[in-house]
């Protein structure tokens, strides 16, 4: 596997950068592309998370008030517990 980029992403940014300005690096404006998208795609899939949540909060009170119950006594019971 190569650690290499395409050249022809490489001349894509780099007529990019030429245009604009930028004082960077084919490879860095790539690196701060893929960061960003990354970003963008933790936050989409929080979002997500929470709405799936919601919907089973809504769906069943009862049932999810009960499950966070459980889940604060073992966080309580095993934070007490010396893990070494």
Known sequence: MSNELPADLLAEAGQWI???????????????????QMQQDYRAAKEREARRVEAIRTSNPEGFAAGERRAEELVAKYSSQNTV
């Open 18 to 36: 030429a245009e604009t300005g930028q004082g960077i690096t084919p490879a860095e404006y790539i690196a701060q592309a893929v960061h960003r």
